[in-house]
């Protein structure tokens, strides 16, 4: 079973940029991997996923455009690049192992035990 260890959140200001690693503990490269967040008061919300086939990525609506999922294979490091930060991106963000057919329409629920401790992003001006 894979452990994920996230990082790279911070605060910046609309329209700013931050990278998010997702560094596991052992190769992804036959795992689907999915990008979650959950804004205060709210349920976990799928971001992006990347395939184990051709590493084809998959983005929320709410992001496409603006982010980007990618795996490094040599450092186990799956990363989300943000562009053009808005307020409503701002969340504490997960990663996990999660197929990309339901990682937006069915993602793991707040009780779910596998989620590791995240990493913080706020956007605010």
């Known amino acids: 079973q894979l452990h994920f260890v996230e990082s790279g959140g911070g605060l910046v200001q609309p329209g700013g940029s931050l990278r998010l690693s997702c560094t596991a503990s052992?190769?992804?490269?036959?795992?689907?991997i999915s990008w979650f967040r959950q804004a205060p008061g709210k349920v976990p919300e799928g971001v992006s996923c990347?395939?184990?086939?051709?590493?084809?990525?998959f983005h929320a609506a709410s992001v496409k455009g603006r982010f980007t999922i990618s795996r490094d294979t040599t450092s186990n490091t799956i990363y989300l690049q943000m562009n053009n930060l808005k307020v409503e991106d701002t969340g504490v963000y997960y990663c996990?192992?999660?197929?990309?057919?339901?990682?937006?329409?069915?993602?793991?629920?707040?009780?779910?035990?596998?989620w590791g401790q995240g990493t913080r992003v706020t956007v605010s001006s």
């Open positions: 996990a192992v999660w197929g990309c057919l339901g990682f937006e329409s069915s993602p793991p629920p707040p009780e779910w035990g596998g």
């Open positions: 990347i395939a184990n086939i051709e590493d084809i990525a």
């Open positions: 052992g190769s992804t490269t036959q795992s689907h």
